[in-house]
């Protein structure tokens, strides 16, 4: 019996009734450890169990109950830090008696459907990682099922956020590029990703700071490696290039890093680039990546220890939780020569 179960598939409480000579409910009633069935039958069921390694489906039990003690989680398959994101927060629910459920966005599944699938599933609390919808839609979101934003400067009624300083994190970049000689530093722009804006204004701001007015570019970018080729093979063009560029995030940066490199540029001998987000690709040695950390440990941590007290109905007025961010300096950026 155990391996006919085995081979089609996961053994299910189906059947170790059947193999126990029992009907399903008997066997829910033992599994759960009821009353109900007599000590006899319970012992065979549970060493019937035993045998043909039946393990109960936590998803499943988790849904029969009021509070499903699921947290739902979207984010965007294309994008190497909502990964990072959603590793961290496995480790944050990890001892905590809840569960994730995720829900991604691609280019053909927006956010909407994406948390229409997690409302199905009767998730406690959603987590959504740098949604792109409006503050409309967050809100009628919130009032459907309890929310959390992680990366992102939305707001709405009971919402809570939490995400870096990204102001902060530029200017950290531009002071490092400075501190190293770089006067004509370039910004390769993320479009109409989120915090793409404040990115932006931050570099803006912080040369600025610096008295650089004049020496600011903003380069069109969409928050892609194509970004950054294309920015790459625009300033190769130019007549006068800069001495070093900051990215929107660490995937433009790639695309400019490796575009310039097999151009036969030297990184960072003449030109040094400086990344956002700091993802785990940035430390590979054949990149060697400076960026800004986010702390993705701590925006996941954060995140949960929200999300699980809105699910508990705690109530308390809407948090914004802003963690500082970090510059990770490595070897695509240094001194002018």
Avoid: K, W
């Amino acid at each position: 019996m155990a391996a006919r179960a085995g081979q089609a598939g996961r053994v299910t409480i189906v059947d170790v009734a059947r193999a126990a000579g029992t009907s399903v409910s008997s066997a829910s009633v033992a599994l759960r450890g009821e009353p109900g069935v007599s000590e006899e039958t319970r012992r065979r069921i549970l060493s019937t169990a035993d045998r043909l390694g039946y393990r109960p489906d936590q998803r499943a039990r988790m849904l029969r109950e009021q509070h499903s003690r699921l947290l739902g989680v979207t984010y965007t398959v294309s994008q190497a830090f909502h990964a990072e994101v959603v590793e961290h927060l496995y480790r944050a629910v990890a001892d905590s008696g809840y569960d994730l459920v995720l829900s991604a966005t691609t280019r053909d599944r927006g956010e909407l459907e994406a948390i229409e699938r997690l409302v199905q599933d009767r998730c406690a609390s959603l987590v959504l990682v740098s949604p792109e919808m409006g503050s409309h839609d967050l809100a009628t979101v919130s009032r459907r099922v309890p929310t959390v934003l992680v990366g992102s400067e939305l707001h709405a009624e009971s919402v809570d956020s939490v995400r870096a300083d990204d102001r902060r994190g530029v200017a950290l970049a531009v002071e490092h590029l400075v501190a190293a000689g770089h006067r004509d530093i370039h910004y390769v722009d993320g479009g109409r990703a989120i915090m793409s804006e404040t990115r932006r204004e931050g570099y803006l701001e912080a040369m600025a700071a610096h008295g650089l007015v004049a020496r600011a570019r903003v380069v069109e970018g969409h928050a892609d490696e194509e970004s950054g080729v294309a920015a790459a093979t625009a300033l190769l063009a130019a007549p006068d290039r800069p001495t070093a560029v900051l990215a929107h995030n660490d995937m433009t940066a790639f695309g400019l890093l490796l575009t310039l490199r097999m151009r036969g540029v030297d990184v960072p001998g003449e030109l040094s680039v400086v990344g956002y987000d700091d993802t785990r690709l940035a430390s590979l040695r054949n990149v060697e990546l400076t960026s800004v950390s986010q702390d993705p440990a701590a925006l996941a941590a954060a995140a949960v220890r929200c999300a699980i007290a809105r699910a508990e109905g705690r109530e308390r007025p809407a948090g914004e939780y802003v963690t500082p961010p970090r510059l990770v300096t490595r070897g695509s950026s240094g001194r002018v020569a």
